[in-house]
């Protein structure tokens, strides 16, 4: 009789060590829940007791933890239609709470859902697309002066914000509903902006005409350095061939003066043999193929012909 009753007092007691005893690791946190309502939690890991059968562990990250929402089309205060994808970081602050109003992670995403994208769509339909896609220690190049007009009314460079400064105000609104439900929220930001199709389409051929803009400068800029450079060219070119001209003219004046000199020398030795010498040129150029020549016969020009007989 005893050991049928020693076998079933260790089948109870393991039974109840496989039920009644739980282990709670480093990233976790949990709530002991009794018939369905909590009656206590555990925040530190380690080895713990619950009543078996009658109590419920659940477990809970301790960890932080990310959501990330769907993109929204949301219009900006200048109306540019624009896309907005949002992050988030939070963690789980009180697990009771949460148990009570969320119960579970997904309930907690379907609550940070409403609650986040409520606070971006209001933030960003009160700003400038401008105010979203800059920095706040943006600072706009050369001597442009940056004035936006909004439903007629004029807003300076000094008025605007950053995306930093957008983020925090996002940020803190978001913060303000989340400890009801037993939750931190860490950081929101922007993953993505992009705009919508019809708008992209706009600002491409915004993009491109300016583009198209600055090239037409530049080849303006480069026409009229080309024609600087050409100009610059050809009157050094003038001058060149006007100095070599020159420089012709005068070799050439030394070279007649001298050829000159040189015949009038020779004419001096013998005026006779110069005189038949520049004759016999004069005949060659004078009497070509098929040509003619009429001469009298008491010219002087016909005279060493005829003595040539």
């Known amino acids: 009789m005893k050991a049928p009753i020693i076998l079933i007092f260790i089948v109870v007691a393991i039974l109840v060590g496989m039920d009644g005893l739980y282990v709670v690791n480093e990233a976790e946190q949990a709530i002991i829940t009794q018939f369905g309502k909590p009656v206590g939690g555990v925040a530190e890991p380690g080895l713990n007791f619950k009543i078996p059968f009658v109590q419920k562990v659940s477990r809970f990250e301790k960890r932080i933890l990310k959501w990330d929402g769907d993109p929204n089309q949301i219009p900006t205060k200048d109306k540019r239609f624009i896309w907005i994808d949002t992050t988030a970081r939070w963690r789980i602050a009180d697990p009771l709470l949460f148990y009570t109003t969320v119960a579970t992670e997904r309930g907690a995403m379907?609550?940070?859902?409403?609650?986040?994208?409520?606070?971006?769509?209001?933030?960003?339909?009160?700003?400038?697309?401008?105010?979203?896609v800059r920095g706040s220690d943006y600072q706009a190049q050369g001597e442009v002066e940056e004035r936006l007009e909004v439903e007629g009314v004029e807003i300076k460079?000094?008025?605007?914000?950053?995306?930093?400064?957008?983020m925090i105000g996002i940020l803190e609104k978001a913060r303000a509903n989340t400890p009801d439900y037993g939750i931190e929220l860490l950081d929101v930001q922007i993953k993505r902006i992009n705009y919508v199709e019809q708008v992209r389409t706009r600002v491409y051929e915004r993009m491109i005409n300016e583009r198209k803009k600055v090239a037409a400068q530049y080849r303006s800029e480069g026409e009229g350095e080309k024609a600087d450079i050409l100009g610059q060219m050809e009157r050094e070119l003038k001058e060149i061939s006007s100095e070599a001209y020159r420089k012709v003219l005068e070799v050439r004046g030394g070279a007649?003066?001298?050829?000159?000199?040189?015949?009038?020398?020779?004419?001096?030795?013998?005026?006779?043999?110069?005189?038949?010498?520049?004759?016999?040129?004069?005949?060659?150029?004078?009497?070509?193929?098929?040509?003619?020549?009429?001469?009298s016969t008491d010219s002087d020009y016909y005279r060493y012909l005829k003595e040539a007989k």
């Open 110 to 132: 379907s609550r940070l859902d409403d609650i986040i994208d409520s606070v971006v769509r209001d933030a960003v339909s009160g700003r400038l697309l401008v105010e979203l």
């Open 256 to 295: 007649d003066a001298e050829a000159a000199a040189i015949y009038a020398q020779a004419y001096n030795k013998d005026k006779e043999f110069y005189t038949f010498l520049r004759t016999l040129e004069s005949y060659k150029k004078s009497i070509q193929k098929n040509g003619r020549l009429v001469i």
């Open 157 to 166: 460079k000094e008025d605007l914000v950053g995306r930093e400064e957008i």
